[in-house]
């Protein structure tokens, strides 16, 4: 029996996560309710507006249901807009978020689109050569608890974590050709045993 | 420790693309002042467009429509924490280099506005900022994106409330793209000369079936089923100018036309969005209008 990732389709660039994940020979599905939600064994919330996503998961009913899966141990992975979402708070501003990764996050905190940029990254615990990672308007840890583990950092601060289930990158790897962060998702659902 | 190993690169095509492709799925609003910047936002829009004065009013005033007053600009950037586009003059790279410094995250090199050059667009590739710019057609979208297009969206026919245009474009598009990828590599130079683009994005889109960069729908979407109606033809989100704040409750409206977007697949999502929005704007029948108030006659 294979795995079924699911993917947050409520906006942003959610068919790239899920090219990703087929590459990987996954079967992967759209979630825009909280009745697709439950036929997943993991979940990627994409890229895209954190505050439109947020929008659209209050008045479509989809916090909670998230939260509980998520907080519940569904292999969770947050890009950018994700890794907003899936966080306790945001300085300086007031969003819908999930706060299942005990983190505080800064909005556009390299600047903006201008300062948007691509960069070479080690990752802790992915072997090979560096992440080529491109950073979009994008966000990173100002605050981490103590159960989050800082995999990378830019200027000092975290933009690659793993807290338990979930993972969370301030770049984008669903727009490049490298597999190993999708691939690190896929490893963390189980795959149940058909006897 | 840092985790950089090399040192990091701007305004690179797949940055400026990339903005684009988080932008998909969503919807873009033209506003004029923080106020509607604000509602936008607060609506659920992906960015907001900012410019002096709606394509309708442009329509209905007439005179010369340039790029927005940069004390205007600068509040809505201020005000609003999504991405913030802002229109030029075709060809105008002047006031694209004024709106770079605002910090504008996308430039709209617009039709909408009165055109600053009746020949040459903008040498796009020579910005960090990225461009969108309108296209009818496979041949025109595939010229802006030689110039340095980092996003295409429909022309439409702005500021009419009126979507049969938008269609047309998109249709277009969708055709011309098809036809290229059932020719072989002999025809593809021919086809090149027949669309008036560039042979090597000629080549690149009959090899993927797709443009290469985001495009969204825009000019004449006025409800939440045109929007959907967009979506369904597939365009990658939509533009929305005076639909909105030229209605009779944009905040009502703007909402729904962020949620039909997203489930434009669901009918009864759609139909429920869609009741009792109030007064949509008044729209103009495309068949009454001169060439010369045809906006997407403007650069080709």
Same mark, same amino acid.
């Given at each position: 029996?294979?795995?079924?990732?699911?993917?947050?389709?409520?906006?942003?660039?959610? *068919?790239?996560? %899920?090219?990703?994940?087929?590459?990987?020979? #996954?079967?992967?599905?759209?979630?825009?309710?909280?009745?697709?939600?439950?036929?997943?064994? $993991?979940?990627?919330?994409?890229?895209?507006?954190?505050?439109?996503?947020?929008? +659209?998961?209050?008045?479509?009913?989809?916090?909670?249901?998230?939260?509980?899966?998520? $907080?519940?141990? &569904?292999?969770?992975?947050?890009?950018?807009?994700?890794?907003?979402?899936?966080?306790?708070?945001?300085?300086?501003?007031?969003?819908?978020?999930?706060?299942?990764? =005990?983190?505080?996050?800064?909005?556009? $905190?390299?600047?903006?689109? #201008?300062?948007?940029?691509?960069?070479?990254? @080690?990752?802790?615990?992915?072997?090979?050569?560096?992440?080529?990672?491109?950073?979009?308007?994008?966000?990173?840890?100002?605050?981490?608890?103590?159960?989050?583990?800082?995999?990378?950092?830019?200027?000092?601060?975290?933009?690659?974590?793993?807290?338990?289930?979930? +993972?969370?990158?301030?770049?984008?790897?669903?727009?490049?050709?490298?597999?190993?962060?999708?691939?690190?998702?896929?490893?963390?659902?189980?795959?149940?045993?058909?006897? | 420790? =840092?985790?950089?190993?090399?040192?990091?690169?701007?305004?690179?095509?797949?940055?400026?693309?990339?903005?684009?492709?988080?932008?998909?799925?969503?919807?873009? &609003?033209?506003?004029?002042?923080?106020?509607?910047?604000?509602?936008?936002?607060?609506?659920?829009?992906?960015?907001?467009?900012?410019?002096?004065?709606?394509?309708?009013?442009? *329509?209905?005033?007439?005179?010369?429509?340039?790029?927005?007053?940069?004390?205007?600009?600068?509040?809505?950037?201020?005000?609003?924490?999504?991405?913030?586009?802002?229109?030029?003059?075709?060809?105008?790279?002047?006031?694209?280099?004024?709106?770079?410094?605002?910090?504008?995250?996308?430039?709209?090199?617009?039709?909408?506005?009165?055109?600053?050059?009746?020949?040459?667009? %903008?040498?796009?590739?020579?910005?960090?900022?990225?461009?969108?710019?309108?296209?009818?057609?496979?041949?025109?979208?595939? *010229?802006?994106?030689?110039?340095?297009?980092?996003?295409?969206?429909?022309?439409?026919?702005?500021?009419?409330? @009126?979507?049969?245009?938008?269609?047309?474009?998109?249709?277009?598009?969708?055709?011309?793209?098809?036809?290229?990828?059932?020719?072989?590599?002999?025809?593809? &130079?021919?086809?090149?000369?027949?669309?008036?683009?560039?042979?090597?994005?000629?080549?690149?889109?009959?090899?993927?079936?797709?443009?290469?960069?985001? @495009?969204?729908?825009?000019?004449?979407?006025?409800?939440? $089923?045109?929007?959907?109606?967009?979506?369904?033809?597939?365009?990658?989100? #939509?533009?929305?100018?005076?639909?909105?704040?030229?209605?009779?409750?944009?905040?009502?409206?703007?909402?729904?036309?962020?949620?039909?977007?997203?489930?434009?697949?669901?009918?009864?999502?759609?139909?429920?969005?869609?009741?009792?929005?109030?007064?949509?704007?008044?729209?103009?029948?495309?068949?009454?209008?001169?060439?010369?108030?045809?906006?997407?006659?403007?650069? =080709?």
């Amino acid at each position: 029996m294979t795995v079924r990732i699911g993917v947050l389709a409520l906006q942003g660039d959610f *068919r790239e996560h %899920i090219s990703m994940l087929q590459s990987l020979g #996954v079967t992967t599905a759209e979630v825009r309710t909280a009745e697709e939600l439950e036929g997943v064994d $993991a979940l990627v919330i994409p890229g895209g507006e954190s505050t439109t996503i947020g929008k +659209l998961a209050d008045r479509y009913g989809l916090i909670e249901p998230l939260r509980k899966r998520i $907080a519940g141990g &569904m292999p969770t992975l947050g890009t950018c807009a994700g890794m907003i979402f899936l966080a306790s708070a945001t300085v300086n501003h007031d969003q819908h978020q999930l706060g299942v990764l =005990d983190a505080v996050v800064q909005r556009n $905190a390299f600047g903006r689109q #201008v300062d948007s940029f691509e960069a070479d990254l @080690n990752v802790d615990g992915v072997p090979g050569d560096p992440i080529h990672a491109v950073f979009i308007r994008a966000p990173w840890i100002e605050k981490v608890g103590a159960d989050v583990e800082v995999l990378a950092t830019v200027d000092g601060h975290p933009v690659f974590v793993r807290q338990d289930n979930i +993972l969370a990158t301030s770049f984008h790897p669903e727009l490049t050709d490298d597999t190993r962060v999708h691939a690190m998702i896929v490893d963390m659902t189980p795959i149940e045993e058909q006897i | 420790m =840092d985790s950089t190993s090399t040192p990091i690169e701007t305004g690179t095509d797949l940055v400026k693309r990339g903005l684009a492709e988080m932008l998909k799925g969503g919807v873009i &609003m033209d506003v004029t002042d923080v106020e509607q910047a604000r509602i936008a936002e607060e609506a659920g829009a992906v960015a907001v467009m900012s410019l002096e004065r709606v394509p309708a009013d442009i *329509r209905a005033e007439g005179g010369v429509a340039r790029m927005a007053d940069p004390e205007r600009v600068s509040a809505i950037v201020d005000a609003v924490s999504i991405p913030v586009m802002a229109k030029v003059r075709l060809g105008h790279f002047v006031e694209a280099q004024v709106l770079e410094t605002l910090g504008v995250d996308y430039i709209d090199e617009s039709e909408v506005l009165t055109p600053a050059d009746d020949q040459f667009h %903008i040498d796009k590739w020579k910005f960090t900022v990225p461009f969108v710019c309108g296209a009818k057609n496979l041949g025109e979208a595939l *010229r802006r994106i030689g110039e340095g297009a980092a996003m295409i969206r429909t022309k439409g026919e702005p500021g009419t409330g @009126n979507v049969v245009e938008a269609v047309r474009h998109m249709r277009q598009m969708t055709s011309q793209i098809k036809w290229l990828s059932t020719l072989d590599d002999q025809e593809l &130079m021919d086809a090149a000369k027949v669309l008036g683009a560039p042979y090597a994005l000629v080549k690149e889109v009959a090899g993927s079936g797709r443009l290469p960069v985001v @495009n969204f729908a825009a000019g004449g979407i006025a409800t939440p $089923a045109d929007a959907a109606l967009m979506m369904q033809l597939g365009c990658d989100g #939509v533009f929305v100018g005076s639909g909105i704040f030229k209605s009779g409750d944009p905040a009502v409206r703007a909402k729904a036309i962020v949620e039909a977007t997203t489930y434009f697949k669901d009918a009864e999502k759609i139909a429920k969005v869609s009741r009792g929005l109030g007064e949509a704007m008044v729209g103009i029948n495309i068949d009454t209008l001169p060439d010369s108030e045809m906006m997407q006659l403007r650069g =080709d």
